[in-house]
């Protein structure tokens, strides 16, 4: 047996961001999406509302193909926003956010 201590299992973070782009609640989403992959644990980003004009920035819409994070799309409230069904999210229903609140160890709203 090792003195080392073993590394502690990753972690799964879900986060509801349902502010618009611009507002500081998204800075803060980003931040804390690149501190948890930093550790090696897991984000699932739900966009929801006025959220879904976050796909129109470049940095939040690249964090779909990061590693760790997984980024999801308010499918309904993109279409009716004229938010284009590209890049680098999966665009859904409210029952994967469901699914992502079951799978995650802590959430975080941003409303």
């Given at each position: 047996m090792s003195g080392t201590p073993p590394a502690p299992a990753p972690r799964t973070l879900g986060i509801l961001l349902a502010t618009p782009e611009g507002e500081a609640s998204t800075e803060t989403v980003l931040a804390l999406a690149r501190a948890c992959v930093a550790r090696g644990d897991e984000v699932l980003l739900y966009l929801v509302d006025e959220g879904v004009r976050n796909l129109l920035r470049e940095d939040v819409s690249a964090?779909?193909?990061?590693p760790g994070v997984r980024l999801?799309?308010?499918?309904?409230g993109a279409q009716?926003?004229?938010i284009p069904r590209a890049g680098r999210a999966v665009f859904c229903g409210l029952y994967l956010l469901h699914t992502v609140l079951r799978a995650s160890d802590r959430f975080l709203a941003f409303t």
């Open positions: 964090l779909g193909s990061e999801y799309c308010c499918a309904y009716r926003r004229g």
